[in-house]
């Protein structure tokens, strides 16, 4: 008789068929896969089958449990005291070009504008610190300036990372950098994504530890894949020039 090919598993072969009953449990449950003959794990015991991982220190901490850590300072000190206020997510005022400067103020790249709005399009969340007031009387301080800059990704379950942690250089030391890791890590943790990373420098990572972040925790180690780019004029398109690591 004819009719619909047989399912397959992803490694080959026909896939076995599956009980109404397992495809009620299934559906209670679409996150863990349903192994013929395996049992359910025991409550707080990590399978692997929650997230795709077997093992791993990074994935046991994906599973716990944290408190949702408090803040050092409200929004109402920085408001009162520094004059600034934190706005979260894309801004339609936002000038990428002030952006590229804040960054290159403490010696980040400049990124090409379309990449960077294509990255904040695709961030979880972005937190901007801005100028509410005139409480500070700096020259150049204006109402509306972006004086601190931090985003994060995140797989909306399980982990996520904290990238471009900025501030102003005549801002710093006021507490906006952690200011920003704490309200940033607090939003994670209350939408139950309980493992947050980041890359540090080592002239900040006595902050990040203030904020809760451990460095090498159960000893692993960050690692990254960076691919270098070609420049032009390089040695490969015929003008002499090595290439260079972005």
């Known amino acids: 008789e004819r009719g619909s090919p047989p399912a397959r598993w992803a490694t080959g072969g026909e896939a076995p068929p599956v009980s ?6 299934r559906e209670e449950n679409d996150l863990v896969d349903i192994v013929p003959g395996a049992e359910a794990p025991s409550s707080g015991a990590y399978s692997g089958a929650e997230d795709g991982v077997s093992s791993g220190a990074d994935a046991a901490r994906a599973l716990r449990d944290l408190p949702v850590p408090k803040l050092s300072n409200d929004d109402s000190y920085f408001l009162e005291k520094l004059g600034v206020t934190f706005r979260w997510g894309l801004r339609a005022d936002s000038d990428l070009d002030e952006l590229n400067s804040l960054f290159a103020s403490v010696g980040f790249p400049r990124r090409d504008e379309g990449r960077l709005r294509r990255a904040l399009v695709h961030s979880h969340d972005i937190v901007w610190v801005v100028v509410a007031n005139k ?12 004086v601190g800059f931090a985003r994060c990704t995140s797989d909306g379950a399980f982990n996520a990372t904290i990238w471009d942690v900025v501030v102003c250089p005549k801002w710093q030391g006021c507490g906006l950098g952690r200011g920003m890791v704490e309200r940033l890590t607090q ?4 939408k139950d994504i309980q493992n947050v990373s980041l890359y540090a420098e080592p002239a900040v990572v006595g902050l990040y530890q203030k904020c809760g972040f451990e460095e090498d925790p159960g000893g692993t180690s960050g690692m990254a894949f960076r691919r270098a780019r070609r420049r032009r004029g390089s040695a ?7 290439n260079a690591p972005r």
């Open 20 to 25: 109404r009953a397992r495809e009620d449990e």
């Open 187 to 190: 939003r994670l943790i209350e």
């Open 236 to 242: 490969s398109d015929g003008a002499g020039e090595s």
């Open 135 to 146: 409480k500070n009387k700096s020259s150049g301080v204006f109402v509306g300036q972006c």
